[in-house]
Structure formats: C-alpha cells, structure tokens
C-alpha cells in the first residue's frame, strides 16, 4: 500500500504518476526536461513531454501486508 499526498512535487522526490490507462511510481526530473526516473536501471527514463499524463501526487510512507 502507498501512502500518497496530493499537491506539489519536488524535483527528485517520489510520485505516482498516471499516463493513459497506467500508473507509474518514480522519481520525478523537472529539469533540463520533465521526465520518471526509476531507481532501477534496468529501466528506461519515461519522457513526459507530448504524454498525456497527470501527476497524482508524492509519496509519503508505504506498508507491505503481512500474515501471521
């Protein structure tokens, strides 16, 4: 589960991030070009330039599920 708070997101911070139909959870690049960084290299950077896309808000905490 995400913790997301809605409003501003700073250069570098975490977001979600829907483009489409999907979502996304990277770090945001503001400049030179607004672009998702994923902490993982094995993935490309995902230009948001001509995207439609919405920026739905950063995230603040995060809670895996766990069973006894």
Same mark, same amino acid.
Do not use: M, W
């Given at each position: 589960?995400?913790l997301i708070q809605q ?32 902490? %993982? ?5 995902? %230009?948001?330039?001509?995207? %439609? ?16």
């Amino acid at each position: 589960y995400l913790l997301i708070q809605q409003g501003e997101v700073a250069e570098g911070e975490i977001c979600v991030t829907r483009i489409e139909d999907e979502l996304y959870v990277k770090r945001l690049q503001k400049r030179p070009k607004l672009k998702l960084l994923s902490d %993982n290299k094995a993935y490309e950077p995902i %230009n948001l330039e001509g995207e %439609n896309f919405e920026i739905l808000g950063r995230v603040v905490g995060y809670f895996k599920k766990t069973t006894l």
